[in-house]
């Protein structure tokens, strides 16, 4: 986009091409979804996908060439060391609110700049920043963003998780897996499937909900879980936040790491691998 010599108004057409969607694996390759934590370690981008690619090679191969290629394009960074590191405690509070002051301190550089590097992860689509619900039903709310990876693989990666095993036994395999849900909600709505605005929820007693899904004035509350087993604990966020949204939420949604697909007092339950059922 920078490239082009002319502004091209009415005469270009822009797709937003993201990394491979669960759903399209279901149809081509569903065996690369029967084990949930090698889907979160390996990502969605296609040519670990559709390749016999080394992940781990690829990956660090990516990473190579996006700091020394594309991030000198978006914009003048000279300290490249500073900003891989950058990179990898972003990947560290994947699905966290986003903490200006302390990014800036860990890396040693100023506030404005930590949120100039966050808009270059953004304009290269490797982050999300989701903004909290605007709607604050009498609730005083958190107004900080949280921080989103759009893969799961890269946000590995970056976190040094070369196997399998590393990721299942990790503090931020939950946090991975909510970032994965996220990923998917993101390709629906810019994909053209899904017609939502993405946001997320959370008061100051503590209370949160991962993720608002608003189309017009309704909306949908979901909560993300991990785990492949079902527990009854997991709707509790959702129950109390039904509690006081009104008649504006169309319906609750519980999306964790398992396979059947259920109701449990008002709230579905949704495998990873069936979003298409929201």
Not at 185 to 193: E, Q, S, V, Y
Not at 194 to 220: C, K, M, N
Request: proline share 4%; glycine share 6%; aromatic share 12%.
């Amino acid at each position: 986009m920078q490239t082009a010599t002319q502004s091209l108004a009415g005469r270009i057409g822009r797709l937003e091409l993201l990394p491979f969607s669960v759903t399209e694996l279901q149809e081509h390759s569903p065996s690369l979804l029967e084990n949930t934590t090698a889907s979160l370690r390996r990502g969605w981008y296609p040519p670990i996908i559709d390749r016999d690619l080394d992940a781990d090679l690829w990956y660090e191969n990516y990473i190579a060439t996006y700091l020394e290629r594309d991030v000198r394009q978006i914009e003048n960074i000279r300290d490249l060391l500073a900003f891989r590191r950058f990179l990898s405690l972003c990947a560290g509070r994947t699905a966290q609110l986003v903490n200006l002051s302390e990014l800036a301190g860990e890396c040693g550089v100023s506030h404005n700049t930590i949120k100039a590097w966050l808009s270059v992860l953004e304009a290269s689509y490797l982050i999300k920043l989701v903004q909290p619900y605007h709607r604050n039903f009498s609730k005083r709310v958190v107004k900080t963003p949280k921080l989103y990876f759009i893969d799961t693989g890269l946000a590995a990666r970056l976190l040094g998780i070369r196997t399998d095993d590393q990721l299942e036994h990790h503090p931020l395999r939950g946090a991975l897996f909510e970032t994965c849900v996220f990923g998917e909600l993101l390709k629906a709505k810019t994909n053209g499937l899904a017609p939502w605005e993405i946001y997320f929820w959370r008061d100051h007693s503590g209370t949160e909900v991962d993720f608002i899904l608003e189309s017009g004035r309704t909306f949908i509350a979901i909560e993300a879980k991990s785990s492949a087993t079902f527990h009854p604990d997991f709707t509790t966020s959702l129950s109390k936040f039904t509690a006081f949204a009104g008649s504006d939420l169309t319906h609750s949604v519980l999306v964790y790491g398992g396979s059947e697909a259920f109701t449990f007092k008002g709230v579905s339950i949704v495998p990873w691998t069936r979003l298409d059922l929201l």
